[in-house]
């Protein structure tokens, strides 16, 4: 029998809201896909664009970066450093063949646990028809 | 357009005054029609110094190498060290002065205006021209460039054989300068991206294709790197042989010293490095095209970095190296910056 094809989704949240919206979503057992790996840090700001490249490179299928909406930083404007630098990584991931769906950011509250399920299962969707990403994955 | 003459004349007041420590500029290369990079420290030396299209070094990567130097030295001569600077290279002063690498008085810069002309590229040329049998190019009149072989004189339009960052270039005068030669030339474009056209129609699959082409060339030399003048890091993220060891680092912090890229020149290991280094340098680099001037295996680097201008531009109305008071792309944000492709 043939295995369906799980994607692999790599979720950086920030610490404050997305986390928190995460866990919202937990304790309110809310039902959303397991394919999702999140990794907490401490806001969407810090995360290095190295995070998302040696996340492709060692086997996600997507990466998704969520923090805070605009104006709700913990650290008052740390996320809109993230937006800037998202954008750039994703034209450049763009840019060099890998499909925009693979690679996403979103805003995340602490109470939108309902919008965190909704990113996840529509993620997993869009990515099951483009099959593993084998492109940037490590060959060593 | 600037007369070798002029730029002796300058150089040589300068080092009779005692203005500078040394200066870099051009001289002829007696084995080719290329020119080489001149470090003229005496006053006699300046007749060395010449002005023409093979020019395309970008002298400024040697500011970064006379700091390393002072750094070393126990008493240093202060004072500034000159260098010949086109409009493109300026902008390079301009980002290190921005990020506060160097500063303003650590360097004289001669300023030297392309006007409506600029480089040649040597692929360009290549296909025009038996490169044996050039001995010398010059700017000739209305932007024409004279080519000197050993059966004469050929005139040439200039845009057939100008390095494709120059006809895309929008700073043909040096943006800062102590001294400036040459006129300002208003010159309008609006091709200023025209090279990244050709991947706007293709399909993600054949960029893919093409950057898995050119990138499974990389051998991994890191000549983009060494001749980069943004590239000035102590310790370089993409390989962990320039790890900073000092006499009390033990063996358990070298062996958990992250390694982002591995050293093996495989296609992943290729792709992360130069993703990393274009992303290090998105609204640093200057398109000054020596990255892909100096790759042995000629991977079109320049469009990667060209890229990233591009957004910078278009998305958050950036361009790098216009004014060293204003923050970096990456550390200043805007309240209405583009986020359409956020959830």
Redesign the interface.
Known sequence: MEEKFEPKIIAFLCKWCSSAGSDLAGVSRMKYPPNVVPITVMCSGSIS??YI??AF?DGADGVLVSGCH?GDCHYI?GN??A???I??????????????ERF????VSAAEGAKYTE?IK?FVKELEPLGPQN?????? | MVKPDDIKKECKSILEEGKVKYIVGYKRNNNSYMSIPAFIEKIEETDQLIWDPTCVYNLVRFIRDEKLRKERHKNPDTRPIGVIVKGCDSRAINVLLQEKFIKREDVYIIGVACEKSGVIEKKKLRKKFNEKNIKQIEFGKDNNFIIATEKGKTTISAEEILAERCIECNNNTPVIYDVLLGEKVERSLSEHFRSLEKFESISTEEKWNFWKKELDKCIRCYACRSVCPMCYCDECVADSISLAVKPDTTAEEKAQKIRWVEKSPVSSENFSYHLIRALHLAGRCIDCGECERVCPVDIPLRYLNKKMEKEASEQFGYTAGLDPEKPALVSDFKDDDPQDFII
């Open positions: 664009t190295n490249l040696s490179k605009p404007k809109y450093y937006r800037r630098r954008t750039l990584v994703k034209e450049l991931l763009e840019f060099i063949g890998i499909e925009p996403q950011m979103s805003w990113i529509d492109k940037l994955r490590s060959n060593l």
